[in-house]
């Protein structure tokens, strides 16, 4: 290899790097538990089977 491209390869930062530092940014809005989307999908999915079934 030559010492050029070995010099150019020495210097490129790692490919997860910039997920990295996204991943480590707190972002504004409202923050809720992992477990509140789950159960609002389970209501809405329940809703729609009883609205189907006496419909």
Known sequence: M???RKKKR???P???AGL???AGE???GVK???YVPLIMTLVV???EIILWAFM
Do not use: I, Q
């Open 10 to 12: 020495e210097f490129l």
């Open 20 to 22: 990295l530092s996204f």
């Open 32 to 34: 809720v538990p992992p």
């Open 45 to 47: 999915v329940l809703a």
């Open 2 to 4: 030559s010492r050029s």
């Open 26 to 28: 707190e972002a504004g």
């Open 14 to 16: 790692a490919t997860s």
